[in-house]
């Protein structure tokens, strides 16, 4: 699938209002991001058809879910939809496998439906078909949950923070998976979460929501270096880069990656060269110079040209950095952008202390 989804919703509460205008791409994930009640769920819920807008218009895979004009609106029984809730919610009285075939006897068989057995494959799951929901732990719960969301062959997958319930370590267990999920699947991901991390991890394309509005949408990269949104101000503020492993230096227990306009030096990693890799640069760790530094115990430092810089109220400046083809923050004080004279479209050197592999 790869036409465009469009989703526009006006729903009114009383006290809140959901007013969004999106067209978002049919492929890859989605995330939608805000903190507590910015209308994340509710959008969420406004697809699904769980929620009946006043107001909408929802278009998936050029078929027409609901428009309010017309006063067409499909049932969520009727709408080709996975859900995934924070909680697996499986079936206490059946095994995995029973889970997974719940519902299955209801939809068609499509020539092209995603094949069980491989959702098995990716997910891990194959060794607990004949357990029951009560012997497995929380990120094998949630593994489950998506299984059975993709085994009814959704024409889209949706993720209501399906990681909020589980502590670090099952997040941790379950990341991997939908990485690979991400990289197999052909059908479009929206997945909601307040966690930048899992944003940073997961996401190709971010929509920003804040009190029932979309401050912000686009693509990963620039969208979080969007000098006008609150994430660039941040102390999480961060570039996510998409890097190719190039070469290991045994010897110093470093491997080299590239990207388009240089490379960077990381710890050891244990992957193959060509692998593709996600890299998470924080502003914190950005410090810039006006000439290239001769002496500095500090492996990355490239060249920059500065496309955007602002100041807030405690005295720090941000500063958006073009680096080849690819966006870089740093975070510095208000003193040292006007002692370097920073302005843009000034061509300066940053420094990267520090850097995260996200995949």
């Not at 903190?35 to 078929?63: D, M, P, W």
């Not at 999920?181 to 997961?202: C, D, F, G, M, W």
């Not at 496309?307 to 080849?324: A, E, F, K, W, Y």
Request: glycine fraction near 8%.
């Amino acid at each position: 699938m790869t036409q465009p989804i469009t989703a526009r919703f006006q729903l009114n509460y009383g006290d809140f209002v959901l007013d969004v205008d999106l067209q978002l791409p049919g492929t890859g994930i989605s995330v939608l991001f805000g903190h507590s009640g910015s209308g994340k769920t509710t959008l969420l819920r406004c697809i699904a058809g769980l929620q009946h807008a006043q107001q909408g218009f929802l278009e998936i895979n050029g078929k027409v879910w609901q428009d309010s004009e017309k006063n067409l609106f499909l049932p969520t029984h009727k709408r080709a939809l996975g859900y995934v809730f924070q909680e697996a919610n499986l079936f206490p009285q059946l095994t995995v496998a029973g889970n997974l075939q719940f519902g299955l006897k209801r939809i068609a068989k499509k020539p092209d439906a995603i094949d069980l057995q491989h959702i098995l494959e990716l997910l891990g799951i194959e060794h607990l078909l004949k357990r029951m929901p009560d012997r497995l732990s929380g990120g094998e719960r949630q593994r489950v949950a998506i299984a059975r969301a993709l085994a009814l062959n959704p024409e889209i997958l949706l993720m209501d923070e399906p990681l909020a319930s589980l502590d670090f370590k099952r997040k941790q267990e379950i990341l991997p998976f939908l990485n690979r999920l991400h990289q197999t699947l052909n059908i479009p991901v929206l997945y909601v979460t307040h966690s930048q991390q899992e944003v940073a991890q997961l996401a190709d394309t971010l929509v920003i929501l804040e009190g029932g509005k979309a401050l912000a949408s686009g693509p990963l990269s620039e969208t979080l270096s969007r000098l006008d949104v609150s994430l660039a101000q941040e102390r999480d503020a961060t570039a996510v880069w998409s890097v190719t492993l190039i070469e290991h230096e045994t010897d110093y227990h470093l491997t080299r990656v590239a990207f388009d306009g240089g490379t960077l030096s990381l710890p050891m990693i244990d992957a193959a060269l060509g692998t593709s890799l996600r890299v998470q640069i924080y502003a914190r760790d950005v410090s810039i110079a006006l000439e290239a530094p001769i002496a500095t115990s500090i492996l990355n430092v490239l060249s920059a040209t500065i496309t955007g810089l602002t100041d807030d109220r405690g005295g720090q400046s941000v500063v958006r950095l073009q680096v080849g083809t690819l966006v870089l923050l740093a975070h510095i004080t208000r003193k040292s952008a006007l002692l370097l004279n920073l302005q843009i479209g000034k061509a300066v050197y940053v420094q990267i202390k520090g850097t995260s592999i996200l995949n």
